[in-house]
């Protein structure tokens, strides 16, 4: 199972919240793709203890969980003492681009629903273009959720950054 190759990286027990899990559950019984070039990974720890090597008690913030076509890294991140259900989705780009995604994992799944190919780096202002790619991944979430999708994914990364305005500021002074 996907969820135990990604948890298996992860230091002091942390666990992915349960709609990242109910991804891994998508994929364990269909596959790819979910969004565009998203994917689960394992990438782990390691990742982000390269990032972050000169603060290592910075990492104990992170839970890793994905990346995209480009090697970025998208996480949970456990500011504000949030606990992994509550806390927002974050992406390192490769090319050092940074972005809060969504305010929770639910959040995060409404996005990747909208089918952007590159979900953190596209203009969310516009409609996926992946988004008939998207119909198994989407109609999977939605009938566990039940929520209403925005018609572009502006809203929830708009909410994200106004709950989390302090994210640049904190890889800033954290990161090598």
């Given amino acids: 199972m996907i969820q135990d190759r990604i948890e298996g990286t992860f230091?002091?027990?942390?666990?992915?919240?349960?709609?990242?899990?109910?991804?891994?559950?998508?994929l364990d019984k269909h596959d790819y793709p979910i969004s565009g070039c998203f994917e689960l990974s394992a990438i782990g720890m390691d990742s982000m203890d390269y990032w972050f090597r000169n603060n290592p008690q910075a990492v104990d913030s992170l839970i890793p969980f994905g990346r995209g076509a480009c090697g970025d890294v998208y996480c949970v991140w456990l500011t504000d003492n949030l606990p992994a259900e509550s806390a927002p989705i974050v992406m390192f780009g490769s090319e050092g681009e940074l972005s809060v995604l969504a305010k929770t994992s639910e959040d995060f799944c409404k996005l990747l629903c909208l089918?952007?190919?590159?979900?953190?780096l596209e203009d969310h202002s516009k409609p996926g273009d992946d988004f008939e790619k998207t119909e198994p991944f989407r109609s999977y979430i939605m009938n566990i959720?039940?929520?209403?999708?925005?018609?572009?994914g502006d809203a929830i990364i708009n909410s994200a950054n106004k709950a989390f305005p302090n994210f640049k500021e904190w890889e800033a002074k954290y990161a090598n």
């Fill in 11 to 26: 230091r002091d027990g942390k666990r992915l919240p349960k709609a990242i899990a109910h991804i891994c559950d998508f």
């Fill in 115 to 120: 089918g952007y190919s590159e979900v953190g």
């Fill in 145 to 152: 959720y039940s929520f209403t999708l925005p018609d572009t």
